[in-house]
């Protein structure tokens, strides 16, 4: 078989050589984008490792809120339960006061502080 005249050996070597310098510029631009990519990929990692953290702060600050409004609440409620009792008993201690007032003569707690019983039903 015939060499190819040398002109044509050139062109073949260099149209080899411009695919081959192609396919350098193309390895070199998809290496680029893949570093780009991964920077990329970095960030958004980064990004949601900031909001995964944020979203957990806000639900302790949440917890937290919470948490002082309910202390708050069960104070009050506490306060007020005391409020009442006090009311209650100095209500009490009136009711007993007058009674004896009225009657003259010292009675028995026990029968004044029950719903059921009156002075004058014994």
Do not use: C, T
Not at 13 to 40: F, M, T
Not at 46 to 67: G, I, P
């Amino acid at each position: 078989m015939p060499r190819p005249p040398l002109s044509e050996a050139k062109e073949y070597y260099d149209k080899l050589g411009k695919h081959i310098d192609d396919a350098h510029n193309h390895i070199d631009h998809l290496e680029h984008r893949l570093r780009k990519a991964e920077a990329e990929l970095a960030l958004n990692n980064e990004y949601q490792h900031m909001v995964d953290r944020l979203d957990a702060r806000a639900r302790a600050n949440e917890a937290e809120r919470d948490r002082v409004y309910y202390a708050n609440k069960i104070k009050e409620w506490e306060e007020r339960e005391a409020r009442e009792e006090q009311l209650y008993l100095a209500a009490r201690s009136a009711r007993k006061a007058r009674l004896e007032r009225e009657l003259g003569w010292k009675l028995d707690w026990e029968i004044v502080s029950s719903p059921g019983m009156r002075p004058w039903s014994f």
